[in-house]
């Protein structure tokens, strides 16, 4: 036990909100919920004295007993600007689905999509089968409070060989002040199957807690494209933890974009097996004093497995960035081929970025290599913009959105890749005014 965080606020409330939880009468469910339950109140938030949280300090999580919402109010027009045009999109609205705010239309029919709420109805021995399969509680304490506390969430199931035309966009936004929006997805790629799916998280009030896992099941030679944009409002709290199981041959790729919430934490894992393929990467872009931490860990555990890593990270003023990627090769992954690489732009002398890259390597025959820097704009490409008549701040936000939007240009939706660029333009104009 910590003993240095107080748990007892959320301990003494749980029953309450354990009553209005889905699956009642599910008794293994009761069970997972109870393990996790019993996890959290062993150990409470994860604190500083664990390695691989030194970096994030969660105390402030005690300060305010976030609870779940009773609001399903919704400015429609406003959240219409974070919707994709060619996309189906499930709206979890303060960690609840939303069937009105929802478009599902045109599925096929080799597809489920649902709220796992209503999964929990119609389907609980599939739920039972996928959950917990990619992480369990022992990972650390904020997986056993998803375990006790997730509301609902989406089961995505994409049958073998069936290859979406268009990605799945699942919309988190939360409206209610001191809300606690726990969720957990479950995503299932058939054999040879492909797929691409696009959180994207938003927040329509000041304060409030997003708690959201999601476990990814890959078959052989399947394929899996996620995007995350965290857009959360500016004093938010989010965890967002993605967990993969690969099987042999299949790809999975991830960009991650962090720009919002006040602190936030993105843990992305993914277990490799015979010959399968991971691609990271990942731009987060803090100002004022938030607090931004990613953290990603690649399991080599066959032969042949191949990794690639590229995380960039932009901080002014008082922020402060975490990036710690960790790769693992096993003793039976011959020949597996990784490379990490870690940059960070600092644009004040206040802000801070903690990089720490880890290759754990106990077979002979790999390849593998990791790289990080961290500097500032250099000033000789400041002085040649401004030699050309452009003022000095717009020549440091053109040199700082060219940084940032190699990420960018990394993604191939039109539509997610307008959304990104509008959220970099905000915050890099070209043109000073």
């Given amino acids: 036990m910590s003993g240095e965080q107080p748990t007892t606020p959320y301990l003494a409330a749980y029953p309450a909100i354990a009553a209005l939880l889905p699956g ?28 691989e949280w030194r970096y994030t300090n969660l105390s402030v999580l005690n300060k305010t007993l976030f609870r779940p919402a009773s609001s399903d109010a919704v400015d429609a027009d ?14 979890l609205l303060n960690g609840r ?20 709420k209503q999964a929990l ?6 739920v039972q089968s996928y959950l917990g399969q990619a992480v369990t509680a022992g990972e650390h ?22 290859v979406l035309d268009k990605p799945i966009q ?15 997805n479950l995503i299932t790629i058939g054999d040879h199957a492909e797929a691409e799916i696009i959180e994207t998280y938003v927040g329509g009030c000041e304060s409030y807690f997003t708690a959201s896992v999601n476990e990814c099941l890959l078959g052989p030679n399947a394929g899996l494209t996620l995007y995350k944009v965290q857009l959360e409002a500016e004093k938010a709290q989010h965890f967002g933890g993605t967990y993969v199981k690969q099987a042999a041959d299949s790809r999975f790729n991830h960009h991650n974009f962090a720009f919002g919430a006040l602190l936030a934490r993105c843990d992305i894992h993914s277990d490799l097996d015979t ?18 931490d990613n953290h990603t860990r690649i399991n080599h555990l066959k032969p042949n497995g191949i990794s690639r890593e590229f995380y960039k990270g932009v901080l002014d003023n008082r922020a402060r960035g975490v990036f710690q990627g960790r790769v693992v090769v096993a003793e039976d992954a011959q020949q597996s081929d990784s490379e990490m690489n870690n940059r960070n732009l600092l644009l004040s002398g206040d802000a801070e970025v903690d990089t720490k890259p880890q290759l754990e390597i106990y077979a002979d025959d790999v390849k593998c290599s990791h790289g990080v820097t961290v500097g500032q704009l250099e000033e000789k490409s400041v002085f040649y913009l401004q030699s050309r008549g452009i003022d000095e701040a717009s020549a440091r936000n053109i040199l700082t959105f060219a940084f940032a939007n190699e990420m960018v240009d990394k993604i191939e939706d039109a ?8 959220q970099l333009l905000a915050r890099f104009p070209a043109i000073s005014l």
């Fill in 24 to 51: 009642q009468d599910l008794p293994w469910l009761q069970q997972f919920r109870n393990k996790g339950l019993q996890a959290f109140a062993e150990h409470g938030f994860p604190n500083t004295r664990e390695e």
């Fill in 78 to 91: 406003w959240l219409n600007a974070f919707r994709l045009e060619n996309a189906w999109c499930m709206v």
């Fill in 97 to 116: 689905f939303s069937e009105v705010l929802s478009n599902l239309a045109d599925l096929p029919d080799a597809v489920t999509v649902t709220s796992l």
């Fill in 121 to 126: 109805q119609d389907r609980p021995e599939t």
């Fill in 141 to 162: 304490s904020l997986i056993a409070f998803n375990n006790a506390w997730f509301d609902d969430g989406v089961l995505i199931d994409v049958s073998a060989k069936q």
């Fill in 170 to 184: 699942i919309l988190h936004v939360v409206t209610e002040a001191d809300a606690l929006a726990a969720t957990r």
């Fill in 275 to 292: 010959a399968a393929e991971c691609a990271l990467n990942g731009l987060f872009v803090g100002g004022k004093r938030q607090h931004l």
């Fill in 415 to 422: 539509d997610l890749k307008a959304l990104l660029l509008e």
